[in-house]
């Protein structure tokens, strides 16, 4: 069964900088597509931006022109780097990909 683990969340100050990690047990992100969702308290989870197999990436409005996704050259790993963070980034970030899901890494931005 793969698993996914992520990892790079905390706490941070609006404006900061933050770099989630998104590690497979085994190598999928190379032939399947993969997504980072977070959810805040008392709300729905939303996608926060996708990566497919072929490298094309799409991000949530919310986020664009702030975070970056990308994945390692031996498609292990998948990074979304966190810029400019705000309070409203706050929340449990998830990455998914094949159907499985990881079991998140927390996100509190403080104003």
């Known amino acids: 069964q793969v698993q996914l683990e992520e990892s790079g969340g905390g706490p941070v100050q609006a404006g900061g900088s933050l770099r989630l990690s998104c590690t497979a047990s085994?190598?999928?992100?190379?032939?399947?597509?993969m997504a980072w969702y977070r959810q805040a308290p008392g709300k729905q989870r939303e996608l926060v931006a996708s990566l497919t197999s072929g490298g094309r990436k799409n991000y949530a409005d919310a986020v664009k022109g702030r975070f970056t996704i990308a994945r390692t050259s031996n498609s292990y790993t998948v990074f979304l780097q966190m810029n400019s963070l705000k309070p409203e980034d706050t929340g449990l970030y998830y990455c998914?990909?094949?159907?499985?899901w990881g079991q998140g890494t927390q996100v509190t931005v403080s104003s």
């Open positions: 998914s990909a094949r159907g499985l």
């Open positions: 085994e190598n999928i992100f190379r032939l399947h597509d």
